[in-house]
């Protein structure tokens, strides 16, 4: 593999910088993650098939695309408000559910491979903390955290797939 042409990348970054922060909010996503996974794409097509003859309007379909695949993703995840604390007057069933279900994910986090254990585990933390305290925790990069977030939890929900039974749509009509 040769190594990207510097002077490529350094003229591409303002660019990319700018479209994500124009895309990122419409996007829901967080402009730094957006460039972040737009310069891998360009790293993987680098290695795959060289610099594309147009970088510039390359990179801005590349941004739009991801943009457009983050808003898809957020269309399809949605919260389990009912999961979120069985209630002090809840039936014992509905708590044993619960707990379940919590001790199935907090299973298959353990079996996550690589750094993801760590970081859906911190993620998952009570305390709540913040992406910087995660990066230090795991000693990564802040702007790294985002697309390893995403690639984690996409392991995650994979494995499930199988051992958690999807909730049933309410109020949708399919």
């Known amino acids: 593999m040769t190594h990207p042409e510097p002077h490529l990348l350094r003229t591409l970054a303002p660019l990319l910088a700018a479209e994500s922060r124009a895309e990122a909010p419409a996007a829901g996503v967080d402009a730094g993650d957006l460039e972040q996974a737009v310069w891998l794409r360009l790293l993987e097509r680098l290695r795959d098939d060289g610099a594309p003859s147009r970088p510039a309007d390359w990179l801005r379909r590349a941004v739009r695309a991801e943009a457009r695949r983050a808003r898809r993703a957020a269309l399809r995840e949605l919260p389990y408000r009912e999961e979120e604390a069985a209630e002090p007057d809840a039936s014992p069933e509905s708590s044993a559910l619960v707990s379940e279900r919590r001790r199935v994910v907090r ?47 996409g392991c995650l929900r994979r494995m499930l797939a199988a051992e958690v039974p999807a909730p049933r749509a309410r109020g949708r009509v399919r």
């Open 107 to 153: 299973a298959a986090v353990r079996r996550t491979p690589g750094r993801c254990p760590r970081l859906l585990a911190a993620m998952l933390d009570p305390a709540d903390p913040t992406y910087r305290e995660i990066a230090g925790e795991l000693g990564i990069s802040q702007g790294s955290l985002g697309p390893m977030r995403s690639r984690c939890l």
